[in-house]
């Protein structure tokens, strides 16, 4: 049994990113982000689409043509199609922030784009 709680990175000069499964057309990931955002200027444009939660903490999400970034604390959840190019605009320095991300293609299941 394991928990996306648990063994939480200490060293959090960077955000952590860790693959916990990946197969096929699907990969989850789990995100942890201490006060950290995405480098003035840079987007994540990615070929698949990313379902995230917060499962503990808060950030904020811009996607690209939205004026106002998506606030997200625990227990929120939002679908980013893929080709749709966002950022993280902040994340609380209070606790770590803690994501579960899984990207999957919009493919035919022929397809692998991950």
Known sequence: MNSLLQDLPTDLTEEVIEVLVESGQVRIE???????????????????????????????????????????????YLLIPARKRHRVEWTTELEPTV???????EAPSDESVL
Request: aromatic fraction near 12%; charge should be negative; proline fraction near 7%.
């Open 30 to 76: 789990r995100i942890v982000s201490y006060g950290h955002c995405s480098p003035e200027g840079y987007w994540y444009d990615q070929p698949c689409a990313e379902w995230v939660t917060v499962v503990k903490g808060a950030g904020r999400l811009l996607l690209e043509g939205d004026p106002t970034p998506i606030e997200m604390r625990s227990g929120d």
């Open 99 to 105: 994501w579960l991300a899984i990207h999957f293609s």
